[in-house]
């Protein structure tokens, strides 16, 4: 595992509970693989046959293993600031390549801001539930383009404010607050940071889990039905592709 000088990362550290709640099961498969799987439907650009994969904070590897039995990547580089997580992704890797060994995977203990890759090196960048993390959001999303080849694709999932901001997720867990944004603040931010998309490439699902209030249970009890375009959104994905400034 490399490292780069990130002495000078804005940072907000993760609550124990967040720690642990990203290694559990509700975690892979509720939250981790239904985004993988939206997003790669999101797509609609040729991808090359075994691209490179960076994975912006990809905190415990747990995205390894999914990111290669969805794109059959010819490399993944793993990026992190978070040092404890870095170690149990190390061993995540290790696993992977017991069922990929095609895929060759790269941890680098670096900030989103200022990536350790060199420019237009990555086919995709999959930034999952990390940017609500991140106080330099501008200054990351031109580190996605710079690194991006012509024509990359950024897939981008994340977690809104009407979501960040709930009781309960300011309970459990720990976020720059002024920097979080609406789905449609993210959607433009994305694009003027240089990437193009369409109505076809962005999702904004509305699952149980990201509805803090309460977990969805009035929908499932009959007593509350939101519709789309009167919600506040809680998550939004996007397939945007790299394009010049």
Not at 68 to 85: C, K, V, W
Not at 116 to 137: G, K, M, R, Y
Request: glycine fraction near 6%; proline fraction near 6%.
């Amino acid at each position: 595992m490399l490292s780069s000088d990130t002495s000078s990362v804005q940072y907000v550290p993760e609550s124990a509970f967040g720690v642990w709640f990203l290694r559990t099961h509700t975690w892979e498969h509720h939250v981790l693989r239904v985004a993988i799987n939206d997003l790669k439907r999101l797509i609609d650009t040729p991808l090359p046959e075994h691209p490179v994969i960076i994975d912006a904070g990809c905190g415990q590897g747990i995205s390894f293993r999914l990111l290669a039995q969805t794109f059959n990547p010819s490399r993944i580089l793993g990026i992190d600031f978070h040092e404890p997580s870095l170690k149990l992704a190390a061993a995540a890797a290790h696993a992977c390549r017991d069922h990929h060994p095609a895929t060759h995977i790269e941890l680098l203990h670096g900030d989103c801001a200022a990536l350790p890759a060199p420019n237009e090196s990555a086919d995709i960048v999959f930034c999952h539930q990390t940017f609500h993390h991140l106080v330099e959001q501008e200054r990351t999303l031109a580190e996605f383009h710079r690194v991006l080849k012509p024509g990359g694709v950024l897939l981008f999932a994340e977690s809104t404010d009407a979501y960040i901001k709930s009781w309960v997720i300011r309970l459990l867990f720990r976020h720059p607050m002024h920097v979080q944004k609406s789905a449609d603040g993210y959607l433009e931010m994305i694009r003027s940071g240089g990437f193009t998309f369409g109505e076809r490439n962005v999702s904004l699902p509305y699952l149980w889990w990201s509805r803090a209030k309460d977990f969805g249970l009035f929908e499932r009890l009959g007593l509350h039905r939101p519709q789309p375009g009167k919600r506040r959104e809680t998550l939004v994905n996007v397939a945007a592709v790299k394009s010049a400034y």
